[in-house]
């Protein structure tokens, strides 16, 4: 934001000088012609901060013509009023705050007005930055400006009219944070993408209040408290794309091994092989989780199918590996399955990696 002492131009018409009072959000400039020119706030370009440049030289310069300022000679050492006067740095400011707002030329008028496109630096940082729009017939975006904001100032970036609302479906805005001549904490750069309904900008409705602008304006918050903020933009082919993929992965695979109730050795017992390449033709697209869920629902399925089969012998084979599968069985009849008797299955017959159920 510009203060007194600062060296500025005018925004929006020809002109400048160094301010010499502000009153409320209207700043007095005073030109090359020593004339005060009263002039809003937040159509002053700051060109020269009045902390940036020795006070000795502070009369030569506001004499000058109000624009690019030309070199000046190297800062001189610090001193206990340029402590006090840092230049525009706030209070609030090292935390980033960026809002884009597109204020209507003639409000009462929508139908036939085009709007200026605002972007608000509120912090204490310098930005290189880039606004584009695209619509959603493009393949790419187009850039509508692409420069440098200073601290704590609103800067026009465009004017958008009738004709250009068609082809902005889209804004976007990237930018890198930094600050000259000072420490820093360092942000991240970030991109910010938006949905636009351009039929907002012909509903009265549809413009609102903001504290940076005197009149009411569609406005994007785009980092609010160093956070960017980002609207999901779902694109329909890969929204479809996605789609196909997760129904692909959620598929539960087809079970290859029924149980048989004639599948029986020794005379009276039944065997069920655990193991996951027995129970579905593959295992593609499986997680761990996904495959020991199948083990044991088709334990489940078998224990529920012989729970009136009082003294049935049923042993799962499911491996020694690492346990994991044997520790599910154990809880399932320790707790869904208690009162039924469990034991290692014959060594001779299944190894280690077998346990026997007799349903009673």
Known sequence: ??????????????????????????????????????????????????????????????????????????????????????????????????????????????????????????????????????????????????????????????????????????????????????????????????????TRFFKLHAFHDNPYFDIPVIAFDLVRNDRPMRQKNVDGRELEKAMRQKRNADRRPVIKRQFKHGDKRNGDIIEVDLHIEELVDNTAGLSAADMLNLQVDEFRRVMDQNLKNKGQKIVFIHGKGEGVLRNALTKELTHRYKGHLVQDASFQEYGYGATQVIIV
């Not at 301010?19 to 009263?38: K, L, S, T």
């Not at 880039?130 to 420069?147: E, I, K, L, P, Q």
Request: charged share 20%; net charge negative; aromatic share 8%.
């Open 1 to 198: 934001m510009a203060k007194i002492g600062d060296i500025v131009r005018f925004l929006n018409s020809t002109g400048g000088g160094r301010i010499v009072r502000i009153e409320g959000n209207i700043a007095h400039v005073e030109d090359a012609d020593g004339f005060e020119v009263p002039i809003l706030l937040k159509e002053c370009v700051v060109v020269d901060h009045a902390s940036a440049r020795p006070q000795t030289l502070a009369p030569a310069v506001a004499k000058s013509p109000a624009v690019m300022p030309q070199p000046s000679a190297p800062k001189p050492a610090v001193t206990e009023a340029d402590d006090v006067d840092s230049g525009p740095e706030t209070d609030t400011g090292n935390t980033l705050n960026l809002v884009l707002g597109y204020e209507p030329t003639d409000i009462k008028h929508l139908s036939t007005s085009d709007f200026d496109a605002y972007i608000v630096n509120d912090s204490n940082y310098y930005l290189y930055f880039t606004y584009m729009t695209r619509s959603d017939s493009d393949d790419g975006w187009n850039t509508r400006y692409a420069g440098i904001v200073e601290p704590n100032i609103q800067l026009r970036i465009d004017t958008v009219t009738q004709a250009m609302l068609p082809a902005m479906d889209r804004i976007a805005f990237q930018y890198i944070a930094f600050k000259q001549d000072r420490q820093y904490a360092a942000k991240n750069p970030a991109l910010i993408e938006y949905n636009l309904d351009t």
